[in-house]
């Protein structure tokens, strides 16, 4: 954060000489017609709609305008380069430094049943490397990082500055919700393309994930862009242009930054839901994981150590031992207790196999969606979370079930939840009569960074 | 205007039984995505914009939103006509049946010198049709007729719906405000759309233009569609599918509806300004107009008394004296003096020719803003505009001129205004060596309704 100022002290004054640098109507009719924004002139947007001494000239309506038409008309390169510098230089940068080791991140665009960040920043962290995760909430089908983990009793996710970097250094690794400080430019904007139909444009979301990840100061990052019908991308070219857009921000702003791209068809391992989650990242972390998850989480690893440039062999870590040490110190340090119960569920539903045969598909966004009916997630950013609620998936897809058999368990805090959940579930299981084709590689391929 | 609801009375609820019928953003996301909106989901969001009993759910950021993705992504007929409905089923709609004579309305779409309401009005009056012609204040370089009837001493543009009857009937025409209860949602969206760059779009253009008069009640209209660099249209392809748009729209709604295209690449006539244009028009109405606003004048009235089934000859009415007396009358009715003084300016500066030679171009555009500049036009709805200031066009287009003889003389309330419309005028008067070829008629094309 930055300091207060003092009473006696005179702020610098950012406000240009000339305030009527630049007319909001002229710019919204650039980029609407197709024209290049200056830097000069995404910079003034930004500073007027996101505030600071000389914001506050741009309302909400001319920027969610400005907004639509980028959805249309795109930025290019420098434009988006500028526009993401800018939404950074809205905040502080922190300074990792003093965390005495290699700095590496990851994030994941998103997925049903997505624990990996749970798992995978105690076992970087474990081989070495200083893991500062700054994660988010979930809103939508999709579960948030910091939701799973304030299911663990005294877990605090709401750290200053200071206070991460305590973590960061005893336990090698940190998650947290990134501080009002950091970006704040992206809160704003953010709340606003959530209203305005903007979300789902790939210059916008890449400056949103870049420029939180560049003020968090991390050396080095790994992006987890997730694929299907899970997932927010749904194809692997809008994937690998996203993941490509990200990849060459970071590299500007001086992160070292790669991308995998993962399938997000199904649910990630079995557990869908905040405690449900921890509970299988626990046994991941104690060499016990459902071989989906730990393929991903391995994948991830590997990348997160070579560009720490720490050899280390990730497997290993997770089979002695030292990643679920790491989870505990963490968790700890953070006030959590790792032997505390977790919150268990009131009512419970089983959904049976409708036939014989081999389970084909089962759907994520179905899965996902049903979770959320159940209380695993939120409607609004304002709704608070079931801790207890989610879906068990009790058989996956290749697997062979009989009719009756149950391959769903439906946890919630109410009876009430399940009318909607199984409503949700519709057209979302599939039962074949011969077995499916042998699953493959959830990685689908490393994006190579573009640099033209 | 509605009656008020007496106190005892239970106002009728239009809200729906089920209050979320709709949700904004997935509305926005639709058109975004090039869907087509239902009658429904238009219906409700106007009246969630426009307040009323149902209103106040849909804040300014989502309908810029919306109307940034119309603008990319149109509107279809279907959903044209019930944006249209909706705009006016937000206010009354006038019985002018009272009126006692055919009704018939004009509406220009804007230009430079633009004076043709105050002389068409009064004139196809005096041949036997009603005209109430509800106007606009201008708004950049075009001007506004309403601002050019203030400058008269003592006129009222605001009349009530009551008064405006009594002006009608008595004058046989009528030329005020849009009174407060007629189409108030294309107020509020025409306020959005002019800070968010979504101004341009031809059928939130046609909608709002039609919506008034539909509102107004008139039986027919013709639409005086002007094409030109001083026009908001550049082009004739443009200018004939919001003519077709506009026509269509018309006869949805019962109203009889043709267009003409009318060039716009210098002022109409030799006058721009408030008092200035009141002069000529009078002087027109008297018979002594200049020949190019004569002919669009005649062009028009001719296509209003056919609408109206009034077998006349507009051009004995100019002649005779008649429009003239019906002129007066208006005025006197409307409160006006039409004997008094006009304003004077207090500032004249001659602008002499660059060179010998013939007058080849005088640009609408670049005396439009020079008149802007002077003070005849508003930046900001809220700015009080000269009554007295503008550009008198001493040559016009194919005329010869000397090197030093004045082309144009500029007036204004105060010298200082004099600098920054010399500015403007920089490159808008053209002297070529030989004599331009002889102009065209100001008549481009009457459209022929799409009713496809």
Partial sequence: ?????????????????????????????????????????????????????????????????????????????AELRTWTAAMVDSGERLDLSGAGRPTVDKHSTGGVGDKVSLILAPLVASCGAAVPQLSGRGLGHTGGTLDKLESIPGYRTALSPGEMLAVLRQAGCVICAAGPGLAPADRQLYALRDVTGTVESIPLIASSIMSKKIAEGTAALVLDVKVGSGAFMRDVADARRLAQTMMALGEEHGVSTSAVLTSMDTPLGRCVGNALEVEEAVATLAGDGPPDLVEVVLALAAEMLRLAGIDADPAAALADGRALATYRTMVAAQGGDPDAPLPQAAARRLVPAPESGWLGRLDARVVGEAAWRLGAGRARKEDPVSAAAGVRCLAKPGEQVTRGQPVLELLADDEARFGRALEALAGGIEVSPGPPPAAGSLVIEYPICDNG
Same sequence: chains 1, 2.
């Fill in 1 to 77: 954060m930055p300091d207060p100022v003092p009473d006696n002290a005179v702020p610098q004054n950012p406000v240009p000489q000339n305030p009527v640098l630049f007319n909001a109507v002229d710019l919204i009719r650039a980029k609407r017609d197709g024209l290049r924004l200056t830097d000069a002139q995404i910079r003034w947007l930004i500073t007027a709609y996101a505030g600071g001494p000389a914001g506050g000239q741009l309302p909400d309506e001319q920027m969610s305008a400005l907004l639509m038409a980028i959805y249309f008309r795109g930025l290019d390169r």
